[in-house]
């Protein structure tokens, strides 16, 4: 597989550790800040010839957007064979639609700019809600790797008696997944939000928690209103301290703080993103969907070679 690896800023240990999985080098890649704040980017490995991933964690999204564009289109200057984006957890995701006249849709927009700019995508558990798919909204290979193999693996592993609880009702089939995974039972919450902090939550009857350990499992964890408030309303009903796992811990603000607070037993995050709740290492099931990608582009152009 002619492949190879770059890390945008901050996304060096992510970048190591695929490369590392998938036998492939590393391309260096040196950077920094002019004065007025513009980003300097620089190749010092050969790339001419050779599919290139370029790995990037995107918590904080808009400060590496631009230099993320710049350095897509260095590579295919420099005569890459093929630029692909590894982002674990993909942002903008949550403007999906128009709620207001006059919204910027976002995702949408943000959809463009990556597929203008890269010929494959591979990420981890999108949150997708209005958009059944990323091929709705995104104009390139996307592919989308599911965390549930191994959320429900740590589970097997390290928890006790597991009774596995998702956020809503739009997380059941991903939920359920996890629990069938792991061999125990689940529930789903009703969730109304009325703000960026402001939620509302309904449990079911959870008397299959009785005896049981909690897990709570959610994709995105950013402001942690919905867990925090779900641990509080578990332990007021009596039932054993919540495990709390979230796919990408965005941890806006003091939201770590919050879940800790609540009183969550233990805190776990697949390492999509980069945080000292990093448990569950979700690097092979990304690494092999990056080879599946790039041997199948290999495979196209050794085809079309021989035709």
Known sequence: ??????AMPGSEQCAQRIAERL????????????PDGEIYLRLLDEVQGRHVAVVAQLRDPDPQLPGLLFLADALRGL?????????????YMR????????EAITSR????????AFAWLVTMDPHLHRIASLDAIYDLRAVAVPSAPSIAAWVRTEVVQPHIVGPDVESEQWVSDVAARAGCSYSVLRKRRSGDRSVELTLPDLEDLRGRTPVLV????????TMATTVRKIAALGFAAPICIAVHPVFAGDAFAALQLAGAARVVSCNTLRHPTNAIDVTSPLA????AVVESLERGTRHLASD
């Not at 927009?109 to 203008?116: C, N």
């Open 1 to 6: 597989m002619n492949l190879c690896v770059v």
């Open 23 to 34: 036998g492939v080098p590393q391309c260096r890649l040196e950077s920094r800040r002019f």
């Open 79 to 91: 005569g890459a064979s093929g630029v692909g984006l590894v982002a674990p957890y993909l942002p």
């Open 95 to 102: 403007q999906d639609t128009c709620f207001q006249a006059g």
């Open 109 to 116: 927009s943000f959809a463009r700019l990556v597929s203008d």
């Open 218 to 225: 959610d994709d995105i964890v950013s402001s942690g209103q």
């Open 288 to 291: 092999e969907a990056i080879r």
